[in-house]
């Protein structure tokens, strides 16, 4: 495996549900991201890892919740979603300070019902 | 509010000519500022990157700074029907992240 693997690549949710989806890079980074991308809006940056540090958590509703246990690993665990947060869910790594720009994964595509 | 602005498009363009992809950005501290690649059902993939004021030339892409206007532009020369896909802008800030446009649709024609 190389780049930026996510799973699963599409996802289907009721409002009570929980759920995980998990992302693992292959590139030596030691930063971590998951966006959001709904469509006709920016890409949102919702969390950031550091060295396994969250170091950045932008305004993002309790019911997503990260994990990152180790530099290669990012997971966001999905708990009483609404129909709204259906979207493409981004996760991206890079080097330290992100100069070089972000390597992003496939994505997964979340429906909530 | 950091921001970063493209025009949404669509921008249409017949095959062989010059695509020209503009976005400004508000944040005056942005350092670094990237062009992507987004497919339809794809995820974005980085096609160039600038840094400092000026061109930045790769194969059929060239990238364009101008922080005085905070100003970004991607040039496509022979531009293909495969050129066809959503081009995201980004700006960093706060050193180590990534805002992003809207993106601007491109298509190419035959």
């Known amino acids: 495996e190389t780049g930026v693997t996510q799973t699963p690549r599409h996802l289907v949710m009721g409002m009570t549900n929980k759920k995980s989806l998990k992302c693992e890079q292959h590139?030596?980074?030691?930063?971590m991201y998951w966006y959001k991308q709904s469509a006709k809006k920016p890409l949102e940056l919702m969390f950031v890892y550091n060295f396994k540090e969250q170091t950045e958590n932008n305004s993002v509703p309790s019911r997503f919740s990260p994990e990152c246990p180790n530099s290669s690993h990012l997971f966001l665990h999905l708990h009483t979603l609404q129909p709204e947060d259906s979207a493409l869910y981004l996760c991206a790594s890079s080097e330290a300070g992100g100069r070089d720009g972000y390597t992003f994964g496939s994505g997964t595509r979340l429906t909530v019902v | 509010q950091k921001e970063v602005e493209q025009n949404s498009g669509p921008l249409s363009v017949p095959e062989g000519a010059i695509a020209s992809l503009n976005c400004t950005y508000s944040d005056r501290g942005s350092q670094s500022f990237f062009w992507y690649r987004q497919y339809s059902g794809k995820s974005p993939e980085l096609i160039m990157s600038i840094y400092s004021n000026g061109d930045k030339e790769d194969g059929r892409f060239t990238a364009q700074l101008n922080k005085a206007s905070q100003y970004v532009s991607l040039l496509i020369r022979d531009s293909q029907p495969s050129d066809s896909a959503t081009y995201l802008c980004?700006?960093?800030?706060?050193?180590?992240?990534?805002?992003f446009g809207t993106g601007t649709r491109l298509q190419v024609f035959p």
């Open positions: 980004a700006g960093t800030y706060n050193t180590d992240k990534l805002i």
């Open positions: 590139l030596g980074h030691n930063a």
